[in-house]
């Protein structure tokens, strides 16, 4: 699966744009500051149609303007790079309403369940060491993320179950737990599919978190194990666990049980990476998760996604800027990938990318910053 044209009107700061995208990607330079984080904001932007940096709709409008429009133009291909089908997958955010409307191939879609995942990124930001380092509430945003775009049935679950908890949340915030009651059977449900999909997933990323910490180059090692009740991947555990947590749950006026309260435990030598972890443990088991994102959507889709890399070279010393780089821009799979640098010195060794400039929100494809974007054909 690969872009082959964007346009963006209206986005951050990036002067509008409508342009062929190369096969291969693109590598954009320029000094912070100049749009090349919200280039690559735009090229996520229609995987799950929210900002990949967690800013809402009305913060991606550029300053003063009426909104945004974002349209892709997706092309899959099979094994040997041959063009399979396409799709044109667009978006506008009126700012004075809030309205977002989204189109597929011309046809207007009302449910995100419906659309999300037909254009496949992965995408690495200096934020991600969060993975490792910040709460469970990141690593929870990892999982719901990767695993609604690899199942369509996980999104629709999760979508059920935060409705579900919102309703049990308020009722139980009004001191009503009566009316919260109604609520435990499909929050039950909902999130019995929720943590049995999780706990499938955690059993068949344990063994790659392993191997790809030890290929970043760290020498101890690394497990990683779902944090959570695993019996409630059966919905009929949830009535004793929610009875159990009745009076906790009244006396905090919010659920204490379920899927939203769990965690990935990430472990080097058998000590927590979040609590104990370098900062080099912490970014390299950060990267790992990212890996195992990609191979998750892989294995799901049956497809590449590309990979956005937004200056993640330069946070990495030497060796693991080798090591990740033989990692992810190896070529034999025929992956797009879109990477962010401010200078060419920092771009890795023996990269096979045009190079593109960005100065002010203009880009260019001929890497001169400050020369505007010339449209596609």
Not at 33 to 44: D, I, M, P, S, W
Not at 258 to 272: E, K, M, T
């Amino acid at each position: 699966m690969r872009l082959e044209r964007l346009v963006a009107r209206g986005f951050r700061n990036l002067v509008d744009l409508d342009c062929a995208l190369p096969p291969e990607g693109v590598a954009l330079l320029g000094p912070n500051g100049q749009g090349k984080t919200n280039f690559l904001e735009a090229v996520y932007y229609p995987v799950l149609f929210r900002s990949l940096r967690g800013a809402s709709d009305a913060e991606l409008a550029r300053f003063g303007g009426p909104g945004f429009q974002v349209e892709a133009q997706v092309v899959e291909t099979d094994a040997e790079g041959e063009r399979t089908g396409e799709r044109a997958v667009a978006v506008t955010y009126l700012s004075g309403n809030r309205k977002k409307r989204i189109l597929v191939d011309g046809d207007e879609i009302d449910r995100l369940v419906d659309v999300a995942g037909r254009w496949l990124a992965v995408a690495f930001l200096p934020s991600d060491v969060g993975l490792a380092s910040g709460p469970a509430a990141e690593r929870r945003q990892y999982l719901d993320r990767m695993l609604s775009l690899a199942d369509r049935r996980y999104l629709q679950a999760l979508a059920r179950y935060r409705a579900a908890l919102a309703q049990r949340n308020s009722a139980l915030r009004q001191g009503r737990p009566e009316l919260a009651r109604p609520f435990d059977a499909p929050l039950a449900q909902a999130g019995a599919r929720l943590v049995a999909a999780r706990l499938e997933w955690a059993r068949g990323a344990a063994e790659q978190f392993a191997a790809e910490f030890e290929a970043l180059g760290e020498r101890h090692a690394a497990a990683l194990r779902y944090a959570g009740r695993a019996e409630l991947a059966d919905p009929a555990a949830w009535g004793p666990a929610l009875d159990a947590a009745h009076a906790t749950d009244r006396a905090r006026g919010m659920t204490t049980v379920g899927p939203h309260r769990d965690d990935v435990a990430l472990l080097v030598g058998g000590r927590s990476v979040r609590d104990f972890g370098s900062t080099g443990q912490q970014r390299s088991a950060a990267i790992a998760l990212k890996l195992i994102e990609i191979a998750t959507l892989e294995h799901a889709r049956a497809t590449e996604p590309a990979l956005l890399l937004d200056d993640v070279f330069a946070e990495l010393d030497r060796e693991r800027q080798r090591r990740l780089a033989g990692r992810l821009l190896d070529r034999h799979g025929g992956r797009q990938v879109f990477l962010t640098a401010p200078r060419r010195d920092e771009l890795p060794e023996n990269l096979a990318l045009p190079v593109w400039g960005v100065a002010d929100g203009a880009v260019s494809p001929r890497g001169e910053p400050g020369a505007a974007m010339r449209p596609s054909a």
